[in-house]
T-cell receptor, first 115, second 115 residues
Framework: ETGVTQSPTHLIKTRGQQVTLRCSSQSGHNTVSWYQQALGQGPQFIFQYYREEENGRGNFPPRFSGLQFPNYSSELNVNALELDDSALYLC??????????????FGPGTRLTVL | AQSVTQLDSQVPVFEEAPVELRCNYS??????LFWYVQYPNQGLQLLLK??????LVKGINGFEAEFNKSQTSFHLRKPSVHISDTAEYFC?????????????FGKGTLLTVNP
């Protein structure tokens, strides 16, 4: 069984640039959630994708967007990067069945630094 | 909306001593409860979860937690810690009301086990 993988591991961007982070879900999972973890804080929910559509969103501006592909992998895109976007971005996959959802399993994260 | 309070930001203990990491939550509806562990420069690993049934939940690495509905608490315990337990621990809740089961995390407790 393959776990959740994320790429790249680390990324450095400058303010105003755009970035794309990638996530491959655990085998058998159909749902992907993204979280932002600022230094010294707990993760905060950005959004979730299920059946290639956004299924809930946290308190993040529209410049944070995402995609889910037919193989259930996902991308997180952030436009017009700001210094405060520097954080660890975590992807979690889970299996949603019949209105219920199982536990979320996390990947190792992508460390984004915005200069 | 739900919230999670981890009452201690740092807990130092000696090896082989018992430890309790405290977590209180606030929610107007039923929730699922989780503890995750994060080792330095890594993602989150699930320690244990409470979905329903017995209020005493056993997890990996000898950890256990007890759900107390009247006190809205979900404290994590281990009777004898090891150096390798040094890590950040996060308590999280998942709202059963919505369809995305997003996780709301506390700010974390840094457990440091000293020899």
């Amino acid at each position: 069984e393959t776990g959740v993988t994320q790429s790249p591991t680390h990324l450095i961007k400058t303010r105003g640039q755009q970035v794309t982070l990638r996530c491959s879900s655990q085998s058998g999972h159909n749902t992907v959630s993204w979280y932002q973890q600022a230094l010294g804080q707990g993760p905060q929910f950005i959004f979730q994708y299920y059946r290639e559509e956004e299924n809930g969103r946290g308190n993040f501006p529209p410049r944070f967007s995402g995609l889910q592909f037919p193989n259930y992998s996902s991308e997180l895109n952030v436009n017009a990067l700001e210094l405060d976007d520097s954080a660890l971005y975590l992807c979690a996959s889970s299996l949603k069945l019949a209105g219920a959802t199982d536990t979320q399993y996390f990947g190792p994260g992508t460390r984004l630094t915005v200069l | 909306a739900q919230s999670v309070t981890q009452l201690d930001s740092q807990v130092p203990v000696f090896e082989e001593a018992p430890v309790e990491l405290r977590c209180n939550y606030s929610s107007s509806v039923s929730v699922y409860l989780f503890w995750y562990v994060q080792y330095p420069n890594q993602g989150l690993q699930l320690l244990l979860k409470y979905l329903s049934g017995s209020t005493l939940v056993k997890g990996i690495n000898g950890f256990e937690a007890e759900f107390n509905k009247s006190q809205t608490s979900f404290h994590l315990r281990k009777p004898s810690v090891h150096i390798s337990d040094t890590a950040e621990y996060f308590c999280a809740v998942s709202d059963l009301r919505g369809s995305n089961y997003k996780l709301t995390f506390g700010k974390g407790t840094l457990l440091t086990v000293n020899p």
